[in-house]
């Protein structure tokens, strides 16, 4: 929508809407929201990118105080009025420099490696299931379950505890289906304080401004109660994390048709998963190491990748680079009825636009070169041994946000995919992310060694 006269129109059901403001929102390097503000009266304005920005002022967009400005030109196609305040328009948008989409951007990597997709004639789509823990934060800063009966030790799907959350729960979920996401299912997930939101899945870069707008939304909603909305990986070591599943297919840019769907008795695995899907998921598998990088992009989200740690019981976070059909033991998962994969290593910090960009570029990898996946996993593979696992050629994933960084910087197709100057922002931003965390003393250094010694 960038004609002059579809902007007017536009703008004019926008103000009849008694939208007053338009925020023009795009991402730094960890998928956190940036803009400025523009009066209505001013968005066609906006749309020829008036709005300028001193990169060196966010991170990863990799300039210096001396650079010129760089622009955000908004996407009116995906125009979202704040269901809680419609004075406002957030408007998903793209970092320009002079005049020219600005690669360092991730929503802009996402949309190049889109068109490298399509110049085979495949689209992809994207859902992500979203995870997201509902707490009360102390004047200490100490994270705690608002609700004082949501404290089983297996509380998924807890009646309870969804029914005594039911005022946010509500409040979210009007939100999603009045801004026509089509929430099909939602429930307690399982940790105490945690929910998980799932929504039909859509073209990537839609699903991921979806993603972007849900964080801010469960935020503000959860804020409005005096709480916490997080989707940080890891917030209780006893407990489960966030998850922020990616489920992806590819579809024919000519008729919409999923690639990846068949009947099971066309598939020898009888899954449910074209030969094109597992090409996919051989590539994902290949670049599985690199790929946990920007899945799994904190320090925190390595205390999510374990296969129990302080719990009492199973993760069901990923350790292993690996695959299977509806085993959740795997990194890569084809959920019943196939047709499409789940990467469930990805998590609740994940910039969704750095992550799609990254895994389409290796699912096309694995189809160029016309890759094999191998024989699925079909067994709990917390449970078996390292001989086995060894035996199998079944590798782990990192362990640590260093090895993550160190993982992606060895491997050829980052800078491929995302250009050698976003490639080393990024390895940049993490390493300063991962010595600051190696640097500080924790309070379980100074319970355990004070004394000690």
């Not at 804020?223 to 599943?245: C, I, Q, S, V, Y």
């Not at 976070?317 to 998962?333: C, E, H, K, M």
């Not at 696992?389 to 994933?397: E, N, V």
């Amino acid at each position: 929508m960038n004609k002059v006269e579809d902007l007017r129109r536009l703008q004019k059901d926008l103000e009849g809407k008694g939208v007053k403001y338009c925020i023009g929102a795009y991402v730094d390097i960890h998928g956190v929201p940036k803009a400025k503000v523009v009066p209505i009266a001013h968005m066609l304005h906006m749309a020829e990118g008036s709005e300028r920005y001193t990169g060196y002022a966010v991170d990863g967009l990799g300039q210096a105080p001396n650079d010129d400005e760089l622009t955000s030109v908004p996407d009116f196609s995906r125009t979202i009025q704040l269901p809680w305040e419609p004075k406002i328009a957030w408007i998903p948008s793209d970092n320009h420099f002079k005049g020219k989409p600005y690669p360092l951007n991730t929503r802009v990597a996402l949309q190049n490696q889109l068109k490298d997709a399509a110049s085979l004639g495949y689209g992809m789509n994207l859902g992500i299931e979203c995870e997201v823990f509902l707490l009360k934060q102390d004047q200490g800063g100490a994270l705690s379950v608002p609700d004082a009966e949501d404290k089983l030790g297996k509380s998924c799907y807890d009646v309870r505890g969804f029914t005594n959350s039911f005022e946010w729960l509500d409040k979210m979920a009007t939100a999603i289906n009045g801004l026509g996401w089509d929430l099909y299912s939602f429930d307690h997930e399982d940790a105490n304080g945690q929910f998980e939101f799932d929504f039909q899945y859509a073209d990537a870069v839609t699903s991921c401004d979806r993603l972007t707008f849900f964080r801010f939304m469960a935020k503000h909603y959860a804020r409005e109660m005096g709480l916490l909305a997080t989707m940080m990986p890891k917030p209780f070591a006893d407990k489960t994390g966030n998850g922020a599943h990616f489920n992806m297919s590819l579809y024919d840019l000519k008729d919409g048709r999923n690639l990846f769907a068949c009947a099971p008795q066309e598939d020898p695995n009888g899954i449910g998963l074209t030969h094109l899907g597992y090409q996919f998921v051989a590539g994902i598998l290949k670049q599985g190491r690199a790929l946990c990088a920007v899945f799994a992009p904190t320090v925190n989200s390595y205390k999510r990748l374990v296969r129990r740690g302080a719990m009492s019981y199973f993760s069901w976070a990923p350790v292993f680079n690996s695959w299977g059909s509806n085993n959740r033991t795997n990194s890569v998962r084809i959920p019943a009825g196939g047709g499409r994969c789940e990467s469930r290593n990805a998590d609740g910090a994940v910039n969704p636009y750095l992550a799609a960009t990254l895994v389409l570029a290796a699912g096309l990898d694995g189809i160029r070169n016309k890759l094999d996946p191998g024989k699925p996993n079909e067994d709990n593979l917390y449970a078996i041994s390292d001989e086995e696992r060894q035996a199998r050629g079944i590798a782990f994933l990192p362990q640590t946000l260093q090895e993550a960084v160190a993982a992606f910087a060895a491997d050829p197709l980052v800078e491929q995919a995302l250009g050698k100057e976003l490639r080393d922002e990024f390895i940049r931003y993490k390493t300063e992310e991962w010595e600051a965390y190696h640097l500080s003393v924790s309070k379980w250094e100074i319970d355990r060694y004070s004394y000690m010694f």
